[in-house]
């Protein structure tokens, strides 16, 4: 819905009528939403459409002209209202992650007693506890979770290492997929030894032998089979030659945007997922990687778009893994706290004890 002032064109997409008065139109725009329009829509190839018959066919409740005035001043007094708590909500949220930055660092430091304390004050809901991972994942991949080490290299050594394992393995990518990287698209500053890098250039992608259809997995059988699912094991398959593997993978579903490290000496992937073989970089790493940032939506990673666009922060490879060491031993304490917020809420302790 929308009050167009202007005079214009518009598509078959829309309708557009004229209201009698400024009254009934501004109580028109209020109350259609919330009118249900079940069964007064017409099927169009892109979904559900209206047009001049199906809007003649809409029932409104229809009070006084001067009751319509009164509704409508009333409904924007208490939208502005809604709004001046939304500022304020939005106000409070980023103070309480900015707390929530700095009590991260502290535990990149080893004072988890101090900052888990300190978490336990900040963090009020169950809903929180993803902002706080997402917090601990954006410290870690911007280089501010834990200090850099001279002795660990540089990435750009560790990115002409990868280029020399990639020609000697056969690992190809299309031209069209391989993005300039600009210093304009750059999201973020990361340490000097750091390097922005195509994601495309720290994997290997590892197709089945044939595609597996999720009609045709075993319960049981010879070879694990993941599909895209939320369990993502769907079950075995003994009729697909296996993939033979020696680290642990990334698995990456299309559509569910799920991601899983995988350590199976055989897997086959069904339909619809991507198995992600690391090139001489941490198999841990890689998958934080890619859960902090993997797309929003659904629609952007289809067909794989997402793995093929993005750009990532290349850190040096002893400096991976001392980030997924750290990032495992924060994630545990946030499991504490996460369960430490449900049991009291679920009890109706109020807030936790420290």
Not at 45 to 69: D, Y
Not at 84 to 91: A, F, R
Not at 167 to 174: A, D, E, P, S, Y
Request: aromatic share 8%; net charge positive.
């Amino acid at each position: 819905m929308s009050i167009l002032g202007v005079d214009a064109c518009h598509n078959e997409a829309i309708a557009a009528f004229f209201p009698l008065n400024d009254t009934l139109r501004d109580y028109l725009f209020n109350i259609l939403p919330a009118v249900n329009m079940t069964g007064r829509t017409a099927n169009a190839i892109k979904g559900k459409t209206l047009n001049s018959e199906t809007i003649a066919l809409i029932e409104v409740p229809l009070p006084p002209l001067a009751e319509q005035k009164r509704i409508v001043q009333k409904i924007e007094e208490l939208m502005k209202q809604l709004d001046d708590l939304e500022i304020k909500k939005q106000k409070s949220d980023e103070t309480r992650t900015r707390f929530a930055r700095s009590a991260m660092q502290t535990l990149g430091r080893g004072e988890s007693k101090i900052a888990f304390e300190n978490l336990i004050e900040i963090i009020r809901r169950p809903e929180d506890i993803k902002e706080l991972e997402n917090a601990l994942l954006s410290l870690a991949f911007s280089g501010k979770l834990i200090p850099q080490d001279k002795k660990d290299g540089t990435a750009e050594e560790l990115y002409s290492q990868i280029q020399i394992e990639k020609i000697k393995n056969g690992v190809k990518h299309k031209i069209k997929d391989i993005i300039k990287i600009k210093a304009e698209e750059i999201p973020f500053e990361i340490p000097k030894s750091w390097k922005w890098v195509n994601l495309l250039d720290v994997y290997a992608s590892v197709a089945s032998s044939d595609k597996i259809k999720t009609t045709e997995i075993k319960t049981e059988g010879e070879w694990p089979v993941i599909d895209q699912g939320e369990k993502f094991i769907s079950g075995y398959i003994s009729t697909v030659k296996p993939i033979i593997i020696d680290t642990p993978v990334v698995v990456f579903g299309d559509h569910t945007l799920n991601v899983k490290l995988v350590d199976f000496n055989f897997v086959a992937g069904a339909d619809g997922t991507k198995i992600l073989k690391p090139i001489l970089c941490d198999s841990k790493w890689l998958y934080f990687l890619i859960k902090y940032f993997k797309p929003k939506s659904r629609g952007y990673s289809r067909h794989f778009k997402y793995l093929n666009e993005k750009i990532i922060p290349l850190s040096p490879i002893a400096e991976q893994k001392r980030i997924v060491k750290k990032v495992e031993e924060i994630m545990a304490l946030i499991n504490q706290l996460r369960d430490v917020i449900v049991g009291s809420k679920s009890q109706g302790r109020g807030r936790p004890k420290k």
